[in-house]
């Protein structure tokens, strides 16, 4: 079972770059979720999207932009790439509402420099 | 201000011992928690919930307690195991707002 499937693994940027991190879940679930963690730090929650179509901001989405124009996939896309976002990226999603149980990728580590 | 705090990066117990990790939260309306583990290059996995409407859930070595009067919330691990070793992140919310502790790094010495 492939679960959720996040790429590239690692990626180096030059500041000023732009890029986009790819999601995709097989398990048909309707919300997904962007994150990063940087050292020391929880998971900081980017955007949220309820299901096809319907996104929402989390606590730190200065910087990123997110689509969700299927069920499966939920990429992320940074524009013009910063220092601050170096860090490690995690999708999630879950079956239910936002509180119940997430599903996470293997992340992606993002340096710019 | 942070919604729910770590306050231990790290615990150290010998195998067979009881693991506690702790986490505590700020906002009383928080009816979801939630533990999950980590492997160095690996996502967080699910590990064991609680809702506001119990004090207690089990799931084998692992037991989620909740002190909603005190909100806080703690993980016991018993007996620990070396594979235990990992970060764990409490993850405390209600309606659309949730939000990860900073994580306890476990080691498990065998």
């Known amino acids: 079972n492939a679960g959720v499937t996040q790429t590239p693994k690692f990626r180096i940027l030059k500041i000023g770059q732009s890029m986009t991190l790819q999601c995709t879940q097989d398990m048909n679930h309707n919300y997904m979720y962007w994150y990063r963690q940087d050292p020391g730090m929880g998971l900081k929650l980017i955007y949220y999207s309820v299901g096809a179509g319907i996104t929402d901001k989390g606590e730190v989405p200065n910087g990123y932009n997110v689509s969700r124009s299927t069920t499966e996939d939920f990429p992320l896309r940074l524009e013009l790439a910063a220092p601050s976002q170096t860090s490690v990226y995690f999708c999630?999603?879950?079956?239910?509402?936002?509180?119940?149980?997430?599903?996470f990728g293997q992340g992606t580590r993002l340096t710019v420099v | 201000d942070q919604q729910v705090k770590q306050n231990s990066p790290s615990l150290s117990v010998q195998e067979g011992r009881i693991s506690i990790l702790n986490c505590d939260y700020t906002n009383s309306m928080f009816d979801y928690f939630l533990w999950y583990k980590k492997y160095p290059a690996e996502g967080p996995t699910f590990l064991i919930s609680i809702s506001s409407i119990k004090d207690k859930n089990e799931d084998g070595r692992f037991t989620v307690f909740l002190n909603k009067s005190a909100k806080h919330l703690s993980l016991h691990i018993v007996p620990s195991q070396p594979g235990d070793s990992a970060v764990y992140f409490c993850?405390?919310?209600?309606?659309?707002?949730?939000?990860f502790g900073t994580g306890t790094s476990l080691t498990v010495i065998p």
């Open positions: 999630a999603s879950s079956g239910g509402r936002v509180n119940t149980e997430a599903f």
């Open positions: 993850r405390v919310g209600g309606g659309n707002q949730f939000y």
